[in-house]
Nanobody, 124 residues
């Protein structure tokens, strides 16, 4: 059974940084794309960033380009999201998602397995 588990969320001031991690198990990590999504209260879940199976191709939502960096360590079966210059509008629950193929998808239907989420709160 595939499992993904996020960690690293917390409370940070505007302009601060956090790094989220996602540990995956249950299948060959390096064979599949991975992604990060987020959901704020009262809003739909939205794509944040995705990375191909090899790690060579990355995609970002316009709202986080230049501030967030997605990366993966296939030897450690771990996905990361480095978040810099955090703003109050980045406050949300962040979810790690394991893809269905090697290719990135910017839609939730492209992902098969999801973590429980980790809360990121940015205070103004």
């Amino acid at each position: 059974q595939v499992q993904v588990e996020e960690s690293g969320g917390g409370l940070v001031q505007t302009g601060g940084s956090l790094r989220l991690s996602c540990a995956a198990s249950g299948r060959t990590f390096s064979n599949y794309a991975m992604g990060w999504f987020r959901q704020a209260p009262g809003k739909e879940r939205e794509f944040v960033a995705g990375i191909s199976a090899s790690g060579r191709i990355k995609s970002y939502a316009d709202s986080v380009k230049g501030r967030f960096t997605i990366s993966r360590d296939n030897a450690k079966n771990t996905l990361y999201l480095q978040m810099n210059s955090l703003q109050p509008e980045d406050t949300a629950a962040y979810y790690c998602a394991a893809g269905a193929t090697v290719y990135i998808s910017d839609h939730s239907t492209g992902y098969l397995f999801w973590g429980q989420g980790t809360q990121v709160t940015v205070s103004s």
